[in-house]
Protein backbone atom coordinates (compact mmCIF):
# COMPACT_ATOMS: atom_id res chain seq x y z
CA UNK A 1 0.00 0.00 0.00
CA UNK A 2 1.21 3.15 -0.43
CA UNK A 3 -0.60 6.97 0.57
CA UNK A 4 0.05 10.09 -0.65
CA UNK A 5 1.64 13.11 1.48
CA UNK A 6 0.27 16.36 2.37
CA UNK A 7 0.19 19.43 0.17
CA UNK A 8 2.70 21.37 2.56
CA UNK A 9 4.69 21.09 5.60
CA UNK A 10 6.17 22.98 8.11
CA UNK A 11 9.02 21.95 10.29
CA UNK A 12 7.44 20.83 13.93
CA UNK A 13 10.28 22.36 16.20
CA UNK A 14 10.52 18.75 17.40
CA UNK A 15 13.71 17.10 16.41
CA UNK A 16 12.21 13.60 16.53
CA UNK A 17 9.24 14.76 15.07
CA UNK A 18 10.88 16.42 12.00
CA UNK A 19 8.28 17.71 9.54
CA UNK A 20 4.48 17.84 10.13
CA UNK A 21 1.90 18.93 7.83
CA UNK A 22 0.94 22.98 7.55
CA UNK A 23 -2.17 22.98 8.87
CA UNK A 24 -1.66 21.11 12.14
CA UNK A 25 -1.09 22.75 15.92
CA UNK A 26 1.83 22.12 18.00
CA UNK A 27 1.50 21.65 21.93
CA UNK A 28 1.89 19.82 24.80
CA UNK A 29 0.03 16.46 25.25
CA UNK A 30 -1.14 17.71 28.45
CA UNK A 31 -3.78 20.12 26.54
CA UNK A 32 -5.24 17.28 25.23
CA UNK A 33 -6.42 15.50 28.65
CA UNK A 34 -7.46 15.83 32.31
CA UNK A 35 -4.29 14.74 34.20
CA UNK A 36 -3.70 11.40 35.16
CA UNK A 37 -5.53 10.12 37.94
CA UNK A 38 -3.58 7.24 39.97
CA UNK A 39 -5.45 4.15 40.47
CA UNK A 40 -6.12 2.42 43.88
CA UNK A 41 -5.54 -1.37 45.23
CA UNK A 42 -8.15 -1.18 48.41
CA UNK A 43 -8.84 -4.37 49.85
CA UNK A 44 -9.54 -8.01 49.69
CA UNK A 45 -12.98 -8.25 48.86
CA UNK A 46 -15.88 -8.43 51.16
CA UNK A 47 -19.20 -8.70 49.17
CA UNK A 48 -20.34 -5.09 49.78
CA UNK A 49 -17.81 -3.04 48.20
CA UNK A 50 -16.22 -4.99 45.21
CA UNK A 51 -15.38 -3.49 42.10
CA UNK A 52 -12.83 -4.35 39.36
CA UNK A 53 -9.16 -3.43 39.52
CA UNK A 54 -7.76 -3.05 36.54
CA UNK A 55 -4.01 -4.38 36.35
CA UNK A 56 -0.75 -4.00 33.94
CA UNK A 57 -1.62 -8.04 33.54
CA UNK A 58 -4.69 -7.04 32.11
CA UNK A 59 -3.27 -4.88 29.54
CA UNK A 60 -3.40 -6.21 25.80
CA UNK A 61 -0.55 -4.91 24.30
CA UNK A 62 -0.76 -5.75 20.90
CA UNK A 63 -4.42 -4.39 20.29
CA UNK A 64 -3.98 -1.29 23.17
CA UNK A 65 -6.90 -2.63 25.09
CA UNK A 66 -8.03 -4.46 28.03
CA UNK A 67 -8.31 -8.23 28.23
CA UNK A 68 -11.40 -9.78 30.10
CA UNK A 69 -9.81 -13.32 30.85
CA UNK A 70 -9.02 -12.84 34.23
CA UNK A 71 -10.54 -9.51 36.53
CA UNK A 72 -9.21 -9.00 39.79
CA UNK A 73 -11.90 -7.82 42.31
CA UNK A 74 -10.99 -5.72 45.24
CA UNK A 75 -12.95 -3.86 47.84
CA UNK A 76 -12.39 -0.37 47.72
CA UNK A 77 -15.41 2.59 49.47
CA UNK A 78 -17.43 4.44 47.42
CA UNK A 79 -15.64 7.86 48.05
CA UNK A 80 -11.94 6.44 47.08
CA UNK A 81 -14.00 4.18 43.41
CA UNK A 82 -16.07 7.45 43.18
CA UNK A 83 -12.86 9.57 41.56
CA UNK A 84 -11.53 6.54 39.79
CA UNK A 85 -14.39 5.09 38.00
CA UNK A 86 -13.62 4.45 34.15
CA UNK A 87 -16.40 5.47 31.89
CA UNK A 88 -15.83 4.20 27.65
CA UNK A 89 -12.89 6.67 26.05
CA UNK A 90 -10.75 6.88 28.94
CA UNK A 91 -6.47 5.46 28.61
CA UNK A 92 -4.89 3.85 31.17
CA UNK A 93 -1.44 4.45 31.37
CA UNK A 94 1.20 2.07 33.05
CA UNK A 95 3.29 4.25 35.23
CA UNK A 96 5.07 1.93 37.45
CA UNK A 97 6.40 -1.66 36.78
CA UNK A 98 9.20 -4.14 37.74
CA UNK A 99 10.34 -4.67 34.40
CA UNK A 100 12.44 -3.16 31.33
CA UNK A 101 11.83 0.59 31.10
CA UNK A 102 10.03 -0.27 27.65
CA UNK A 103 6.65 -1.86 29.47
CA UNK A 104 6.56 1.29 31.55
CA UNK A 105 4.10 4.04 29.75
CA UNK A 106 2.72 1.66 27.65
CA UNK A 107 -1.16 3.28 27.13
CA UNK A 108 -4.63 1.48 26.20
CA UNK A 109 -8.20 2.22 25.92
CA UNK A 110 -10.47 1.45 28.15
CA UNK A 111 -13.67 0.53 26.03
CA UNK A 112 -15.95 -1.61 28.19
CA UNK A 113 -19.05 -1.28 29.74
CA UNK A 114 -18.80 -2.55 33.36
CA UNK A 115 -17.51 -0.19 36.56
CA UNK A 116 -13.93 -0.50 37.34
CA UNK A 117 -11.07 1.72 38.30
CA UNK A 118 -7.42 1.23 37.97
CA UNK A 119 -4.89 -0.26 40.35
CA UNK A 120 -2.39 1.98 41.99
CA UNK A 121 0.50 1.04 38.97
CA UNK A 122 -1.78 2.59 36.46
CA UNK A 123 -3.28 6.08 36.05
CA UNK A 124 -6.62 7.03 33.69
CA UNK A 125 -6.64 9.68 31.64
CA UNK A 126 -9.75 11.27 30.36
CA UNK A 127 -9.52 12.67 26.75
CA UNK A 128 -11.18 16.34 26.83
CA UNK A 129 -13.67 17.47 24.73
CA UNK A 130 -12.51 17.92 21.20
CA UNK A 131 -9.98 15.28 21.10
CA UNK A 132 -10.52 11.59 19.48
CA UNK A 133 -10.03 8.81 22.62
CA UNK A 134 -8.43 6.34 19.31
CA UNK A 135 -6.15 8.78 17.57
CA UNK A 136 -4.77 9.63 21.09
CA UNK A 137 -4.23 5.92 22.14
CA UNK A 138 -2.62 5.81 18.82
CA UNK A 139 -0.39 8.73 19.15
CA UNK A 140 0.53 7.50 22.88
CA UNK A 141 1.59 4.03 21.01
CA UNK A 142 4.08 5.96 18.51
CA UNK A 143 5.91 7.73 21.73
CA UNK A 144 6.12 4.33 23.34
CA UNK A 145 7.07 2.41 20.39
CA UNK A 146 9.60 5.75 19.62
CA UNK A 147 10.92 5.59 23.91
CA UNK A 148 9.65 8.81 24.21
CA UNK A 149 8.96 8.00 27.68
CA UNK A 150 12.19 7.03 28.45
CA UNK A 151 13.40 10.46 29.99
CA UNK A 152 10.35 10.72 32.21
CA UNK A 153 11.47 7.12 33.71
CA UNK A 154 12.60 6.95 37.20
CA UNK A 155 13.62 3.68 39.10
CA UNK A 156 13.43 3.55 42.81
CA UNK A 157 14.65 -0.15 44.37
CA UNK A 158 14.24 -1.69 41.08
CA UNK A 159 11.04 -0.19 40.00
CA UNK A 160 10.44 1.70 37.19
CA UNK A 161 8.39 5.06 37.74
CA UNK A 162 7.28 7.64 34.80
CA UNK A 163 7.02 10.92 36.02
CA UNK A 164 3.51 11.76 34.15
CA UNK A 165 3.67 15.00 34.73
CA UNK A 166 7.10 15.38 32.77
CA UNK A 167 5.29 12.88 30.17
CA UNK A 168 2.61 15.15 29.52
CA UNK A 169 4.62 17.77 28.41
CA UNK A 170 6.40 16.38 25.68
CA UNK A 171 5.24 18.20 22.52
CA UNK A 172 3.14 16.68 19.50
CA UNK A 173 1.49 17.86 17.01
CA UNK A 174 -2.29 17.24 16.06
CA UNK A 175 -5.05 17.69 13.70
CA UNK A 176 -8.47 18.55 13.91
CA UNK A 177 -11.50 16.65 15.50
CA UNK A 178 -12.34 15.57 11.93
CA UNK A 179 -9.29 14.25 10.81
CA UNK A 180 -8.00 12.44 13.90
CA UNK A 181 -11.62 10.77 13.31
CA UNK A 182 -10.55 9.95 10.16
CA UNK A 183 -6.99 8.78 11.22
CA UNK A 184 -8.41 6.58 13.53
CA UNK A 185 -10.80 5.33 11.80
CA UNK A 186 -8.28 4.52 8.99
CA UNK A 187 -6.09 3.23 11.41
CA UNK A 188 -8.50 0.59 12.96
CA UNK A 189 -9.35 -0.50 9.65
CA UNK A 190 -5.46 -1.47 9.10
CA UNK A 191 -3.79 -2.36 12.01
CA UNK A 192 -7.12 -4.40 12.44
CA UNK A 193 -6.25 -6.64 8.99
CA UNK A 194 -2.59 -6.76 10.58
CA UNK A 195 -4.15 -8.21 13.47
CA UNK A 196 -6.03 -10.74 11.97
CA UNK A 197 -2.95 -11.89 9.79
CA UNK A 198 -1.04 -12.18 13.08
CA UNK A 199 -3.77 -14.36 14.65
CA UNK A 200 -3.83 -16.89 11.83
CA UNK A 201 0.11 -16.60 12.08
CA UNK A 202 -0.34 -17.50 15.90
CA UNK A 203 -2.97 -20.69 15.44
CA UNK A 204 -0.13 -22.00 12.63
CA UNK A 205 2.28 -22.42 15.18
CA UNK A 206 0.19 -23.63 17.53
CA UNK A 207 -0.99 -26.27 15.28
CA UNK A 208 2.61 -26.84 14.33
CA UNK A 209 4.06 -26.99 17.88
CA UNK A 210 1.31 -29.60 18.34
CA UNK A 211 2.19 -31.51 14.89
CA UNK A 212 5.96 -31.82 16.54
CA UNK A 213 4.98 -32.92 20.10
CA UNK A 214 2.66 -35.52 18.30
CA UNK A 215 5.51 -36.73 15.73
CA UNK A 216 8.07 -37.06 19.11
CA UNK A 217 5.25 -39.03 21.18
CA UNK A 218 4.07 -41.48 18.36
CA UNK A 219 7.96 -41.92 17.73
CA UNK A 220 8.90 -42.75 21.24
CA UNK A 221 6.09 -45.39 21.55
CA UNK A 222 5.36 -47.13 18.53
CA UNK A 223 8.39 -46.69 16.69
CA UNK A 224 8.68 -45.97 12.79
CA UNK A 225 7.07 -49.20 11.58
CA UNK A 226 3.21 -49.30 11.27
CA UNK A 227 3.37 -53.16 10.90
CA UNK A 228 5.18 -53.67 14.06
CA UNK A 229 3.40 -56.59 16.28
CA UNK A 230 2.56 -54.45 19.57
CA UNK A 231 2.47 -55.54 23.52
CA UNK A 232 0.82 -53.83 26.45
CA UNK A 233 3.48 -52.16 28.27
CA UNK A 234 1.74 -52.03 31.50
CA UNK A 235 2.15 -48.46 31.46
CA UNK A 236 -1.34 -46.26 30.91
CA UNK A 237 0.90 -43.13 28.92
CA UNK A 238 2.90 -45.62 27.12
CA UNK A 239 -0.22 -47.85 25.66
CA UNK A 240 0.89 -50.71 23.44
CA UNK A 241 4.88 -50.47 22.18
CA UNK A 242 6.44 -52.87 19.50
CA UNK A 243 7.20 -56.02 20.86
CA UNK A 244 11.25 -56.04 20.93
CA UNK A 245 10.95 -52.71 23.23
CA UNK A 246 11.71 -52.96 26.85
CA UNK A 247 10.18 -50.88 29.40
CA UNK A 248 11.86 -49.87 32.14
CA UNK A 249 11.76 -47.30 35.08
CA UNK A 250 14.15 -44.24 34.09
CA UNK A 251 16.24 -45.28 37.78
CA UNK A 252 17.31 -48.59 36.20
CA UNK A 253 19.20 -46.54 33.03
CA UNK A 254 21.19 -44.25 35.48
CA UNK A 255 20.86 -42.97 38.86
CA UNK A 256 19.02 -39.73 39.04
CA UNK A 257 20.50 -37.06 41.29
CA UNK A 258 20.02 -33.47 41.93
CA UNK A 259 22.11 -30.55 41.56
CA UNK A 260 23.16 -27.85 44.66
CA UNK A 261 23.87 -24.60 44.70
CA UNK A 262 26.58 -22.85 46.92
CA UNK A 263 24.66 -20.91 50.11
CA UNK A 264 24.17 -18.04 50.08
CA UNK A 265 23.63 -18.04 46.81
CA UNK A 266 24.10 -14.27 46.57
CA UNK A 267 27.44 -14.11 48.41
CA UNK A 268 29.84 -12.32 45.14
CA UNK A 269 32.66 -14.39 46.23
CA UNK A 270 30.95 -17.70 44.58
CA UNK A 271 30.48 -15.92 41.10
CA UNK A 272 33.44 -14.58 38.41
CA UNK A 273 32.41 -13.55 34.98
CA UNK A 274 36.03 -15.19 33.63
CA UNK A 275 34.70 -18.35 35.53
CA UNK A 276 34.82 -21.60 33.74
CA UNK A 277 31.63 -23.13 34.53
CA UNK A 278 28.23 -21.01 33.70
CA UNK A 279 25.75 -20.68 36.43
CA UNK A 280 22.84 -22.51 35.37
CA UNK A 281 19.14 -20.44 36.35
CA UNK A 282 15.86 -21.69 35.83
CA UNK A 283 15.42 -18.27 33.66
CA UNK A 284 18.33 -19.54 31.63
CA UNK A 285 16.56 -23.00 30.57
CA UNK A 286 13.26 -21.25 30.44
CA UNK A 287 14.96 -19.18 27.77
CA UNK A 288 16.27 -21.63 25.89
CA UNK A 289 15.51 -23.80 23.06
CA UNK A 290 16.24 -27.29 24.44
CA UNK A 291 20.33 -26.60 24.33
CA UNK A 292 22.11 -24.26 27.00
CA UNK A 293 24.01 -21.68 24.71
CA UNK A 294 24.43 -19.05 27.24
CA UNK A 295 23.80 -17.77 30.54
CA UNK A 296 23.97 -14.82 32.72
CA UNK A 297 26.07 -15.69 35.25
CA UNK A 298 29.46 -18.03 35.73
CA UNK A 299 30.79 -19.23 39.39
CA UNK A 300 33.78 -19.12 40.61
CA UNK A 301 36.27 -21.69 41.25
CA UNK A 302 34.72 -22.21 44.93
CA UNK A 303 31.22 -21.69 43.66
CA UNK A 304 31.34 -24.28 41.13
CA UNK A 305 33.11 -26.63 43.58
CA UNK A 306 29.85 -26.42 46.03
CA UNK A 307 27.75 -27.09 43.09
CA UNK A 308 27.16 -30.04 40.66
CA UNK A 309 29.51 -29.63 37.36
CA UNK A 310 27.98 -30.74 34.12
CA UNK A 311 30.29 -31.24 30.80
CA UNK A 312 29.42 -29.78 27.76
CA UNK A 313 26.85 -31.98 26.17
CA UNK A 314 24.89 -33.46 29.65
CA UNK A 315 21.48 -34.08 29.73
CA UNK A 316 19.37 -32.48 32.57
CA UNK A 317 15.76 -31.72 33.40
CA UNK A 318 14.26 -28.75 35.74
CA UNK A 319 12.18 -29.66 38.20
CA UNK A 320 11.25 -26.45 39.52
CA UNK A 321 9.92 -23.03 37.64
CA UNK A 322 9.30 -24.40 33.97
CA UNK A 323 9.14 -28.18 35.35
CA UNK A 324 9.74 -30.87 33.67
CA UNK A 325 11.68 -29.23 30.27
CA UNK A 326 14.74 -30.78 29.34
CA UNK A 327 18.25 -29.11 28.45
CA UNK A 328 21.39 -30.45 27.29
CA UNK A 329 24.49 -28.08 27.90
CA UNK A 330 26.50 -26.09 25.17
CA UNK A 331 29.27 -25.61 27.74
CA UNK A 332 30.46 -26.93 30.99
CA UNK A 333 27.66 -25.70 33.22
CA UNK A 334 27.13 -25.89 37.10
CA UNK A 335 23.21 -26.54 38.10
CA UNK A 336 22.02 -26.36 41.41
CA UNK A 337 18.65 -28.17 43.24
CA UNK A 338 15.82 -27.09 40.92
CA UNK A 339 17.43 -29.50 38.76
CA UNK A 340 18.27 -33.46 38.58
CA UNK A 341 20.46 -35.26 36.10
CA UNK A 342 21.85 -38.59 34.53
CA UNK A 343 25.34 -39.10 35.58
CA UNK A 344 25.39 -43.04 33.87
CA UNK A 345 22.94 -42.89 31.47
CA UNK A 346 22.74 -46.32 29.69
CA UNK A 347 21.40 -45.20 26.84
CA UNK A 348 21.75 -42.42 24.03
CA UNK A 349 20.50 -39.31 25.99
CA UNK A 350 18.70 -38.19 23.17
CA UNK A 351 16.09 -40.94 23.43
CA UNK A 352 15.22 -39.33 27.44
CA UNK A 353 15.90 -36.24 25.84
CA UNK A 354 12.70 -36.75 23.25
CA UNK A 355 10.57 -38.32 26.10
CA UNK A 356 10.88 -35.76 28.74
CA UNK A 357 10.48 -33.14 25.47
CA UNK A 358 7.11 -35.01 24.21
CA UNK A 359 6.44 -34.31 28.02
CA UNK A 360 3.42 -36.92 27.76
CA UNK A 361 5.63 -39.16 30.54
CA UNK A 362 4.63 -36.66 32.89
CA UNK A 363 1.13 -37.79 32.71
CA UNK A 364 0.08 -40.43 35.54
CA UNK A 365 2.10 -37.02 38.09
CA UNK A 366 0.10 -34.33 37.70
CA UNK A 367 -0.59 -31.38 35.54
CA UNK A 368 2.31 -29.77 34.22
CA UNK A 369 3.27 -26.28 35.68
CA UNK A 370 3.28 -25.23 39.13
CA UNK A 371 0.80 -28.44 39.97
CA UNK A 372 3.59 -30.96 38.63
CA UNK A 373 5.78 -31.93 41.25
CA UNK A 374 9.25 -33.69 40.17
CA UNK A 375 12.21 -34.95 42.62
CA UNK A 376 14.80 -37.58 41.80
CA UNK A 377 12.42 -40.30 43.24
CA UNK A 378 9.80 -39.10 40.69
CA UNK A 379 11.62 -39.08 37.49
CA UNK A 380 13.98 -42.09 38.40
CA UNK A 381 10.09 -43.94 38.53
CA UNK A 382 8.96 -43.24 35.56
CA UNK A 383 9.11 -46.04 33.22
CA UNK A 384 9.97 -45.69 29.09
CA UNK A 385 9.97 -48.05 26.65
CA UNK A 386 13.59 -48.74 25.08
CA UNK A 387 14.27 -50.06 21.49
CA UNK A 388 17.12 -51.75 20.31
CA UNK A 389 20.27 -49.87 19.73
CA UNK A 390 19.67 -49.53 16.28
CA UNK A 391 16.07 -48.66 16.26
CA UNK A 392 16.69 -46.39 18.29
CA UNK A 393 19.11 -44.52 16.61
CA UNK A 394 16.90 -44.84 13.48
CA UNK A 395 14.22 -42.98 15.29
CA UNK A 396 16.52 -40.70 16.48
CA UNK A 397 17.73 -39.71 13.12
CA UNK A 398 13.90 -39.46 11.69
CA UNK A 399 12.98 -36.73 14.51
CA UNK A 400 16.33 -34.80 14.11
CA UNK A 401 14.63 -34.50 10.08
CA UNK A 402 11.31 -34.13 11.13
CA UNK A 403 11.65 -31.48 14.61
CA UNK A 404 14.21 -29.81 11.91
CA UNK A 405 11.04 -29.20 9.42
CA UNK A 406 8.59 -28.18 11.51
CA UNK A 407 11.06 -26.05 13.05
CA UNK A 408 11.77 -23.79 9.96
CA UNK A 409 8.25 -23.19 9.41
CA UNK A 410 7.73 -22.07 12.89
CA UNK A 411 10.80 -19.59 12.35
CA UNK A 412 9.07 -18.73 8.66
CA UNK A 413 5.83 -18.21 11.13
CA UNK A 414 7.77 -16.35 13.94
CA UNK A 415 9.41 -14.28 10.85
CA UNK A 416 6.77 -13.10 9.40
CA UNK A 417 4.89 -12.16 12.86
CA UNK A 418 7.71 -9.79 13.45
CA UNK A 419 7.68 -8.07 9.75
CA UNK A 420 3.85 -7.54 10.45
CA UNK A 421 3.97 -6.19 13.74
CA UNK A 422 7.05 -3.58 12.63
CA UNK A 423 4.42 -2.70 9.81
CA UNK A 424 2.15 -1.98 12.08
CA UNK A 425 4.21 0.20 14.47
CA UNK A 426 5.20 1.57 11.02
CA UNK A 427 1.91 2.61 9.96
CA UNK A 428 0.65 4.28 13.05
CA UNK A 429 3.92 6.33 13.03
CA UNK A 430 3.02 7.50 9.78
CA UNK A 431 -0.40 8.61 10.02
CA UNK A 432 -0.30 10.12 13.55
CA UNK A 433 2.51 12.35 12.36
CA UNK A 434 1.22 13.29 8.76
CA UNK A 435 3.56 11.74 6.75
CA UNK A 436 1.18 9.80 5.29
CA UNK A 437 -2.17 11.81 4.44
CA UNK A 438 -5.30 9.31 4.87
CA UNK A 439 -8.27 11.58 4.63
CA UNK A 440 -8.80 10.22 1.02
CA UNK A 441 -8.85 6.62 1.98
CA UNK A 442 -11.33 4.26 1.25
CA UNK A 443 -11.54 0.98 2.93
CA UNK A 444 -11.40 -2.44 0.73
Not at 23 to 48: L, Q, S
Not at 130 to 157: C, E, M
Not at 263 to 291: C, H, Q
Request: charged share 25%; aromatic share 8%; net charge negative.
Amino acid sequence: MSFPRYEKYKDSGVEWLGEVPAHWTEHAIKRCVNGCVNGIWGDEPDGENDIIVLRVADFDRTKLCISDEKLTYRAISEKDSQPRLLKVGDLLMEKSGGGEKTLVGCVVLFDKDYSAVTSNFLAKMTPKENWDSKFLLYVFSHLYAGRVNFPSIKQTTGIQNIDSQSYLMEQFTFPTLPEQRTIAAFLDHETGKIDALVAEQEKLIGLLKEKRQAVISHAVTKGLDPNARMKDSGVEWLGEVPEGWKVVSIKFLSPVQRGASPRPIDDPKYFDDDGEYAWVRIADVTASNGLLTDTTQRLSELGSSLSVKLDKGSLFLSIAGSVGKPCITGMKACIHDGFVYFPRLEIDQQWLYRIFEASICYGGLGKMGTQLNLNTDTVGSIRIAVPPPQELDAILVFLDCETTKIDALIEEAQHAIELMKERRTAMISAAVTGKIDVRGYCPA
